[in-house]
Nanobody, 118 residues
Framework: QVQLVESGGGLVQTGGSLRLSCAAS????????MGWYRQAAGKQRELVARISSSDITTYADSVKGRFTISRASATNTVYLQMNSLKPEDTAVYYCNARAKYTYLPDYWGQGTQVTVSS
């Protein structure tokens, strides 16, 4: 079992920055890659960024150039650095970990609220 705990959300003004953290614990060896998703009010959950064990990254077009995903292996922590925040970035952000095998369920954090004031 893998547990994910997010932190770092909050309220910021347009153009501000936040860094989200996701601390993973448990059977980390069973994880293929990790990422961040977000869900705005009234909208579907969408992938924001993903990082593999070999540090290959993927970003949604809407955040390219502004957000950076990274990981710290020593602490089993994944980060999402968010710069130049916009009101449309307002959402609950969820940490995700995909299992190595597709028949096993993904792991999700509890979510952390990010609000960008206009």
């Amino acid at each position: 079992q893998v547990q994910l705990v997010e932190s770092g959300g909050g309220l910021v003004q347009t153009g501000g920055s936040l860094r989200l953290s996701c601390a993973a614990s448990g059977s980390i060896f069973s994880v293929r890659d990790m990422g961040w998703y977000r869900q705005a009010a009234g909208k579907q959950r969408e992938l924001v960024a993903r990082i593999s064990s070999s540090d290959i990254t993927t970003y949604a077009d809407s955040v390219k150039g502004r957000f950076t995903i990274s990981r710290a292996s020593a602490t089993n922590t994944v980060y999402l650095q968010m710069n130049s925040l916009k009101p449309e970035d307002t959402a609950v952000y969820y940490c995700n970990a995909r299992a190595k095998y597709t028949y096993l369920p993904d792991y999700w954090g509890q979510g952390t609220q990010v609000t960008v004031s206009s």
